[in-house]
């Protein structure tokens, strides 16, 4: 629940001044406040990634799960996140970044 609370606390200084932990043991996404987004947000030793981000792809919005491991400390900016490459390459794009795919057919 710690790490929760400091990713909200790292995205509402962010720009998601309305990012909330929502605590332990409720289902759905991990920190509110973040239209669009659903963070899956994780504290373990073990690294199952996919796992994170299908639990993520439950609820609606971009799907993100952030991973704190072991020994990280409270640093929220050196946590670590992952998505689906095809969300990455969209947002990249969205941002400027490469060109869009030339058409199949």
């Known amino acids: 629940m710690r790490t929760q609370l400091l990713v909200a606390q790292y995205l509402a200084a962010n720009g998601w001044p309305h990012a909330e932990s929502t605590g332990s043991g409720r289902s759905g996404v991990d920190v509110l406040g973040t239209p669009g987004l659903a963070f899956e947000v994780k504290a373990r030793s073990d690294l199952n990634p996919l796992a994170w981000v299908k639990q993520a792809e439950q609820n609606p919005g971009l799907p993100v799960a952030v991973f704190r491991p072991n020994g990280m400390g409270e640093h929220p900016d050196q946590f670590i996140a992952f998505l ?11 941002a400027g970044y490469g060109t869009e795919p030339e058409e199949q057919g």
């Open 84 to 94: 689906r490459l095809s969300d990455l390459t969209a947002l990249l794009r969205a």
